[in-house]
């Protein structure tokens, strides 16, 4: 049973939930998550954790992510994006080039955002979006989100639409930058495409589409696409344990032990340079705590 992580390119018109279906069926498995959903009308990055890789899915909803979002100015959605009803629509209005890059410089930094109600966010048990497709809106409180880079790509004049590139924190609605970017203008803005291209510390270059792994003849050529699942963590020190130090660690206890190194998360291999999983180091303790135990024999 092979485990590690597989980067999809999700095609548009498809949920996240139907691309690890699909995924189940070619690796014949049941135990298989993501990274983060993306919405039906977005293509882009979507890695997958296979088998052992769901324990690090709570870990991983925290990576920085980098979107190309499109969006139309003069009209409101009520999904904030291209498939929702036209609420608003504004005319004869005049914005150049210069007054939007101005604008999206005021978006970068932390800014606060209310998150849509076409979202998968729960309020007393309820999804938003099952809410709003009953015609039902309610209060939602804002969220703190980072947009560290903003950048206009594209900006066509004479039909009002604009292409941005987009580095930003978890949890960022991009329809929602998207719409108060047309509020500040004061002309409504609608998402109209939205493609991810790097989510924890991936990019969509190295992705598979879904004909290309449907394309892969047996199980084998299959296994070729997944990878190691200690590439999510190669930001962290490494260290390797003993055969004695090893077994202490698989068996969840803590280890005595000077590392020479800063306390934090690591990443933890025997001398066989086998990923063991993930640890926190103390440093002023001396003490190393499993965290995340991945490998068993």
């Known amino acids: 049973m092979i485990s590690g992580i597989l980067l999809v390119d999700k095609p548009a018109g498809m949920t996240s939930f139907k691309v690890v279906s699909i995924v189940k069926r070619l690796f014949n498995t049941k135990k298989v998550g993501h990274t983060g959903t993306l919405d039906p009308m977005a293509t882009g990055l979507l890695p997958m954790l296979l088998n052992k890789a769901t324990k ?28 929702g009803k036209i609420v608003k629509k504004t005319d004869d209005f005049k914005v150049n080039k210069d007054q939007l890059e101005d604008v999206l410089k005021s978006f970068e930094g932390f800014i606060e955002q209310v998150p849509p109600m076409y979202s998968a966010i729960s309020k007393n048990g309820v999804r938003l979006y099952t809410l709003a497709r009953k015609g039902i809106e309610i209060d939602r409180e804002k969220r703190k989100v980072q947009i560290k880079k903003i950048k206009l790509l594209s900006y066509i004049d004479e039909d009002h639409e604009a292409t941005i590139l987009v580095n930003c924190s978890k949890g960022t609605y991009i329809r929602s930058l998207c719409a108060d970017i047309g509020d500040r203008l004061l002309t409504g803005a609608t998402l109209t495409k939205l493609r991810r291209t790097k989510t924890c510390g991936f990019t969509v270059e190295n992705s598979l589409g879904l004909k290309d792994l449907e394309d892969l003849k047996g199980k084998k050529a299959l296994h070729t696409a997944v990878i190691a699942l200690d590439r999510l963590f190669l930001s962290y020190v490494p260290i390797f344990l003993n055969k004695n130090l090893e077994k202490v660690f698989l068996n969840g206890g803590k280890i005595s032990f000077d590392f020479r190194i800063e306390s934090g998360m690591i990443r933890v291999y025997n001398n066989c340079k086998e990923f063991l999983g993930l640890g926190e180091y103390i440093k002023e303790r001396r003490v190393l705590f499993p965290s995340k135990v991945f490998y068993s024999r």
């Open 56 to 83: 690090v899915q709570e870990l991983l909803q925290s990576s920085e992510k980098e979107y190309l979002a499109s969006f139309k100015l003069g009209i409101s959605t009520d999904t904030l994006d291209i498939t």
